[in-house]
């Protein structure tokens, strides 16, 4: 698999790519002899998935992982759906912020902070510290980041491990499961990455260096997602419709700091206890409000609930 060759399948008509992803779904299933399940998280894509998965096997099981950060409205659109198995992390978000550091900017930027804080000397220490070029082109921290690297509270991407993959990796193993996750090439270039290096949209791990999973939805697009929603009349949450752009955790950092992401102004607005509640949270002392303050503050941005006046000095 090359480039190319993901961006003709990613041209497909949508008739195309529904048939596709059922194919992809089929094999999965009959390769595993049915021991797999859904990784539902209610979003729409994931909604887009179960439907797909079902018109194939009407019976096809699937997991929700209730982490304590999802939306009220995910959570009563999920509560609609028959089969589904819920299940939910060791410990509370505030607790993994608290112990492990707060999710800052992307998962790759706080993963490579989070590198540089425990080990400064290490050889990739220094990459994530160099400067980005061809041979280097993504696994480097921008400069605008870079004072995350020295802050007194700790950053780290463990949330996302603790919150969710442990516990759906909990629930492979004591149910012998294998997942189909929504996940689309289209969404970054770490997952375009990984997309054309397994070659296709099934990884079936037979000396246990990779995953077995399945993940349909790989060549589709977000137009797809939203085009299937539309003519399949596939019902999706309601969050969609109060203007959220995305799921997934309400108060995680990743992409707030850009002026499109409507999430903390949303959830302000929808939600006041439960962003009072995570504002607070905190690490080493600091809390999340002063954190996102500053992360915003590096784009000109501000948090909903404050207005933060330009100081003028005085002079005599």
């Known amino acids: 698999m090359d480039i190319k060759q993901l961006r003709e399948m990613q041209s497909w008509t949508l008739d195309q790519k529904v048939y596709h992803a059922m194919e992809v779904i089929d094999v999965f299933y009959n390769r595993l002899g049915g021991s797999v399940y859904v990784s539902f998280s209610g979003g729409k894509d994931s909604t887009v998935l179960l439907w797909l998965a079902r018109k194939v096997y009407p019976n096809m099981r699937a997991a929700f992982c209730n982490t304590g950060n999802e939306y009220p409205d995910i959570v009563r659109f999920v ?47 220094i990459k994530f510290m160099g400067k980005r070029s061809k041979k280097n082109p993504y696994y480097v921290i921008p400069d605008k980041w870079r004072y995350l690297t020295s802050t007194n509270y700790d950053v780290s991407q463990e949330c996302c491990h603790i919150l969710k993959k442990e516990p759906f990796r909990k629930y492979e193993k004591e149910n012998g499961m294998h997942p189909i996750m929504g996940t689309m090439a289209s969404e970054s270039k770490m997952r375009e990455t990984d997309y054309l290096r397994h070659g296709g949209c099934n ?114």
């Open 79 to 125: 509560r609609s759906f028959d089969n589904i198995d819920w299940i939910k992390p060791s410990c509370k978000p505030q607790d993994v912020l608290e112990k492990y550091g707060f999710p800052l900017v992307s998962k790759q930027v706080s993963y490579m902070v989070s590198g540089v804080r425990n080990n400064p000397n290490s050889a990739q220490s």
């Open 203 to 316: 990884i079936f791990s037979d000396d246990g260096n990779s995953k077995t999973k399945s993940m349909p939805l790989s060549i589709w697009l977000e137009k797809d997602v939203w085009d299937c929603v539309e003519k399949y009349h596939i019902p999706i949450s309601d969050i969609y419709k109060k203007g959220a752009k995305r799921t997934g955790c309400m108060f995680c950092g990743y992409g707030c700091q850009f002026s499109d992401d409507n999430r903390l102004k949303m959830i302000y607005d929808l939600y006041p206890k439960w962003y009072d509640r995570f504002m607070n949270y905190s690490n080493n002392g600091v809390t999340y409000r002063e954190v996102l303050r500053k992360a915003l503050a590096i784009n000109k941005l501000q948090l909903p609930d404050e207005d933060m006046q330009l100081e003028i000095p005085f002079i005599d």
